[in-house]
Structure formats: C-alpha cells, structure tokens
C-alpha cells in the first residue's frame, strides 16, 4: 500500500471584520489538521466583494494569524488578483452551455416564486430566464446592458461525504434553483471563486465552519461542470455567544485585536480552541505545539458555547 499523498489545505480569512474566536478555532483545526499530516497549508484573503471589503484588514486577519501562531507555506493568495482564472471559468462555463443569463431582479425573483418561504429565506429561483435568450448580448440588450450568470442546475439530491459530519445531500434544484455564478455588474459570485482558487492552489483538503455547509453541493455541482477534482470536506460546528447565537464578526468585543490590546497571552485561545475541540491541552501552549496530539475524531457534536466575561480583561 501506498501512502496517501501529505493534503493541501488552506486558511481563507475575508478582509471584510476583525477576526474573532470563532474564526481562531476554525483556523486553528483547519491548520492543525494539514500540519499533522505533514501537509502543506496555504493562505488566501477573499477579498472579491469589494464592497465589503474594508481597509486595513487584510493587514489585521494577517496579524491576527501570526499572533495565533500559525504560518503558511508560499506567498499570501489574493483572489481579487487572480480575476483572469475566474474570467477563465466563466468562459469555459459559457461556452460549455452550463450557464444562462438572467436579468431577473431580485423583486421579480420574490414575486415569481408560488410557494411560501421562510422568513429571511431565500426562495428558489424560479427558472424565469432558463432557455429565455439566444445569447449573452441579447440578455444585455433586453436589459439595458446587465446581466447574471446562472448554473443549469439538473433536479434531484447532490450527495457528498463531510468528514466530520458523514454523508450529506442537499437538493440543490429544489432549496437553490439555478444559482448565479456572476452578478448582474459581472462580479464572479462568491461559490465559483472558491472552486476556481482552490482547483489553482491544488487545495485538496478543506476545514471550515459549517455555516458553510450549505455551500458544498453547490461547489461541487461547479467542479463537476469544469471538471475539477473536489477537495475532501470538514466542517465544524460553529462557536455561539451565551445567547446561543452565531458569534458575528460585529462581536469585536471578541475579535483577537481586542484580545490581544487586553493582553490575553495567544497560548490561551489556543489552549481554549484545542480543549473545545476534545483536544488534551493542561496548560495555554504554543499553536504548533498542538499539531502531534491533534485528533479530529475527538471534536464534540454541536456548537460550543462562549462566555464573553471569561475573556474580558478589562479593570473591574
Ligand atoms: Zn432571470
């Protein structure tokens, strides 16, 4: 028997907030878990959406990572320069007849779904513009020159296999509907860009939280349409506040600047992430110090549970 190959694996911050606990500890396992397998792990800043990017925070998620103790092997990855590779795909997708364009907006898309939806939920997209226009130009000329891309999505379940959370499904046709891979300014959506980056970098192994979950069969259904291997998938559970809520990246009272200005020692949030991962860690230790009792088996089922008070080092 051959050794399987030592993975690729990756952190991927958003320039968009400070990076707070909640991304510490998927980072931290997400690290842990290439490092322990002697794999390779890279760093890319997912800064495509412009307009939530804010400045300094590439500097600061950067900064926060190296306080964490982590590195990364080969230069910082920066999707926003590697738009040609996203422009590539959406050629090879176009050209391929896997995309239509659509100039729905998002009123029309509301009132064209029948069926009631969840509040706060998106209902699926109803097909409006599948098989509508002979071609691109003729979508922008009906629409005074916008138009999105969107994936042919075929019907029934997508399957894969999460590593942490054994086999999934989601139906991507009936909860998603053809999803966009290009907004109507052209902007490469969020769901190709990571499928392209991560085919680019050989990354074959991905840990993240699992509100990310729902994004899988989607990206999936994108590497199958270009014809990429996909990488194998982890997701966590996420960290809530007390409220049992997700922790957002507003909770700067959270955030490892905050931390750090309040002078909690790095070695505690990793002790904290490791314990909360089922990991033995008696006292705070270094990040790499972690990477040979690092098992993801003993991660705990469901989302842990943060205390802010715990982490405030403020006078009284
Ligand atoms: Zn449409």
Known sequence: MTEP???????????????????????????WQVRAAGGRCLLRLEDLDR?????????????????????????????????????GALDALLAAGALYPCVCTRREIREAASAPHDEGGAAPYPGTCR??????????????????????????PVPFTDGVLGPQAMD????VGDFPVAGPDGLVAYQLAVVVDD????????????????????????????????????????????????????????????????GVDPREVVAWAARSAGLPCPEPLAAAELIGVFDLSALPAGPVSIDPAAWDRSPA
């Open 5 to 31: 190959a030592p993975p690729t694996g990756r952190l991927a911050p958003s320039p968009t907030g400070l990076l707070h606990l909640g991304h510490a500890r998927s980072f931290l396992l997400a690290w």
């Open 172 to 175: 991507v046709a009936a909860e």
């Open 199 to 262: 085919a680019r970098s050989g990354i074959d192994t991905v840990l993240r939280a699992d509100d990310l979950l729902g994004s899988t069969a989607r990206q999936l259904l994108l590497q199958r349409a270009l014809g990429l291997p996909s990488p194998r998938w982890f997701h966590v559970p996420l960290v809530c506040g007390p409220d049992g809520a997700r922790l957002a990246k507003r909770a700067d009272d959270l955030s490892l600047a905050a931390l750090r200005a309040g």
């Open 131 to 156: 098989d509508r226009f002979a071609s691109l130009d003729q979508a922008r000329a009906h629409s005074g020159g916008r138009a999105a891309l969107r994936l042919r999505v075929a019907p029934g």
């Open 51 to 87: 307009s939530r990017v804010r400045p300094g925070m590439a500097q600061a998620c950067l900064r926060d990572l190296e306080w964490l103790g982590l590195d990364w092997d080969g230069p910082v990855v920066v999707q926003s320069e590697g738009l040609a590779h996203l422009r």
